[in-house]
């Protein structure tokens, strides 16, 4: 049985033809497919099996290529858009041919030089397109995560009540206003966790541990930058928001709350100008 080649992916293909301008890959149901002199790879020959990318050129043929691409089918990126015409917007995706985004797939109104979030698919007649349109694409809604689970975060767009996000590059959730400690920017990556699953299964997301298990985590963090600094620290709970933010990359409110729990454990001191750890207290 041949196998299936997938446009807009990664392709194991076997060399079945050599010719002066590039070599003949064998694509399956889709034929024979090129991939052309620069790209070969030295000492290639018959019937060697090639990674290859599979793509359209300008005019609609199968192409294959051993460069990566910015994006393959099925996955979000943050990609510049290098000029906007009457069919629509083009993204530079790191492939001699842009990549179209259709007005009807753009979420706001793309502008030249700009960057978005989009989502790579193959359009009705196969054609490797995006769109800025998450929601038709990636699910809003739970797929078994659990709350506190540590997730990957691509920051895709901002509204009224925060920062939506992609999970994992599958799925959709929000960072509540609330949740921020500082500004975000539209495809910033960062780690995250899941913070709520809500009633009607969109997800809730934070920048900071949940629960006992990030406060045991800071705890730590704490405790090894005090032995850093030879057993004190000049961050007390009166130290401003933006000076625990920067040692620590947390709220003052959360700093707070581990400072009790690291004093009622009896492990540090708290004193008006400075901590400390404990007399006698290594860790």
Not at 202 to 217: F, M, S, Y
Request: no cysteine; glycine share 8%.
């Amino acid at each position: 049985m041949r196998q299936q080649v997938a446009v807009g992916q990664f392709n194991r293909l076997k060399v079945v033809k050599e010719v002066e301008f590039g070599l003949y890959l064998d694509g399956g149901r889709l034929g024979e497919v090129l991939l052309p002199k620069r790209y070969v790879p030295a000492n290639t020959k018959m019937g060697d099996w090639l990674e290859v990318f599979i793509y359209l050129d300008s005019q609609d043929r199968l192409v294959a290529t051993t460069e990566k691409p910015l994006a393959s089918v099925g996955e979000v990126a943050y990609l510049r858009v290098t000029q906007v015409n009457r069919t629509g917007a083009f993204l530079n995706w790191g492939m001699p041919k842009d990549l179209l985004v259709p007005y009807s797939e753009q979420r706001v109104p793309m502008e030249a030089g700009r960057s978005y979030v989009v989502y790579l698919y193959l359009d009705n007649s196969g054609r490797i397109a995006a769109s800025s349109k998450l929601s038709l694409y990636l699910d809003e809604h739970n797929a078994d995560f659990k709350s506190g689970q540590a997730v990957n975060l691509l920051v895709a767009s901002r509204s009224q009540m925060g920062y939506t996000a992609v999970i994992n590059g599958t799925h959709l959730g929000l960072i509540h206003h609330s949740e921020l400690l500082q500004p975000l920017h539209m495809g910033q990556k960062v780690k995250g966790y899941i913070q709520s699953i809500r009633d009607d299964g969109k997800i809730n997301l934070t920048l900071q541990q949940p629960g006992q298990a990030g406060r045991d985590e800071l705890a730590e963090q704490i405790l090894q930058h005090l032995q850093e600094q030879g057993g004190r620290s000049d961050l007390t709970d009166y130290s401003a928001p933006e000076a625990i933010f920067a040692q620590y990359r947390v709220s003052k409110a959360r700093y707070k709350k581990t400072l009790s729990q690291l004093y009622k454990a009896r492990k540090i001191e708290i004193f008006d100008d400075h901590i400390a750890l404990a007399k006698g207290k290594n860790r």
